[in-house]
Nanobody, 120 residues
Framework: QVQLEESGGGLVQPGGSLRLSCAAS????????MGWYRQGPGEQRELVAV???????NYADSVKGRFAISRDNAKNTVYLQMNSLKPEDTAVYYC??????????????WGQGTQVTVSS
């Protein structure tokens, strides 16, 4: 089994910054990709940022230039640096990973979510 543990959410004023972390553990042979999704109140879950096994990245247009995704492969950890935060960034942020385990089986795994609230 694979577990994803998120941390770093909280309350921040508009224009402030937060850094989210997500550590993967368990029967991991390879992490094919890791990303961050978010879901605001009454909204569908949407992709925020994703990074592939080769290091390529993609961002939602709404966060491009403000957020940055990075990873530490040795720690199986992905980060989301969020700058210039806006009230519309308020959401529960979920870590996602596409993982191949030692049985050579790939699957999707999700973290429990961490709340980010941007408010004055």
């Amino acid at each position: 089994q694979v577990q994803l543990e998120e941390s770093g959410g909280g309350l921040v004023q508009p224009g402030g910054s937060l850094r989210l972390s997500c550590a993967a553990s368990g029967s991991i042979f390879r992490i094919n990709s890791m990303g961050w999704y978010r879901q605001g109140p009454g909204e569908q879950r949407e992709l925020v940022a994703v990074t592939s096994s080769r290091g390529s990245t993609n961002y939602a247009d709404s966060v491009k230039g403000r957020f940055a995704i990075s990873r530490d492969n040795a720690k199986n950890t992905v980060y989301l640096q969020m700058n210039s935060l806006k009230p519309e960034d308020t959401a529960v942020y979920y870590c996602h990973a596409d993982v191949t385990d030692y049985r050579w089986i790939s699957g999707d795994f999700w973290g429990q979510g961490t709340q980010v609230t941007v408010s004055s």
